[in-house]
């Protein structure tokens, strides 16, 4: 995946001149290498930065067959390239859903191999393609081997104007006590398999922070 160069400070320091105390670094992006994939992976992340960001500026989805009926996939995180259940991710959530909606409630959990209730596509789309709304997942202390890492995120999806409308954010961690030792060096999403396959049309893109001790 290609890399970008690019720095930008977000936060000045009061009476320094501007000196950058948070900086966000493009560190890859999705390219069209996710066409046609079920599981997409940022992979050899640099352990140079304090935490890292994935966002979600399109995220779309290729269905075969078509499906013709009310639709919608899960997107799931997952870390390390790990899905044999070895990480656990605990969660809560407060979402703004559906069924009624305009319905507000909470899910909270532990499930292995993936975080649920990340984010998800939907049936607004045209054809085969589907497209999901903004997501973001944000990873503190990625690289540290004496903490627990903590996870937030946020995200959009509405698939029709009485149902599934809404957001959620979340907070959540690894699980196990073993988890603590493990830096993050992969970053994956899965779509469930067939017949939900990423397409070429997403863009997303790994960001390194640097807190400057902040």
Known sequence: M????????????????????????????????????????FTSIPQTYDDLLIT???MEVYTSPAQ???????????????????????F???MGDPNPAGTIFRSVGSTTGDLDNF??????????????????LQITNYTKTDVYKNLYWRSA???APTSWVGGKKGFGCSGNTGDISRSITKVSFRTGGNPNWF????????????????
């Open 2 to 41: 290609p890399f970008g160069a690019g720095k930008v400070a977000l936060l000045g320091a009061a009476g320094s001149g501007g000196s950058a105390k948070v900086a966000l670094e493009k560190i890859a992006d999705s390219g069209s290498s996710w066409d046609g994939q079920s599981v997409v992976s």
């Open 56 to 58: 979600f500026g399109t």
């Open 68 to 90: 013709t009926a009310f639709w919608v996939t899960e997107i799931q995180p997952y870390l390390n390239e790990d899905y044999s259940n070895s990480w656990t991710y605990d």
């Open 92 to 94: 809560s959530v407060a």
């Open 119 to 136: 984010g998800y596509v939907s049936d607004k789309g045209n054809g085969n393609e589907h497209t999901a709304y903004k997501m973001e």
């Open 157 to 159: 999806n509405m698939t």
């Open 199 to 214: 397409d070429g049309e997403s863009k997303v893109t790994l960001w390194g922070i640097s807190r400057g001790g902040v």
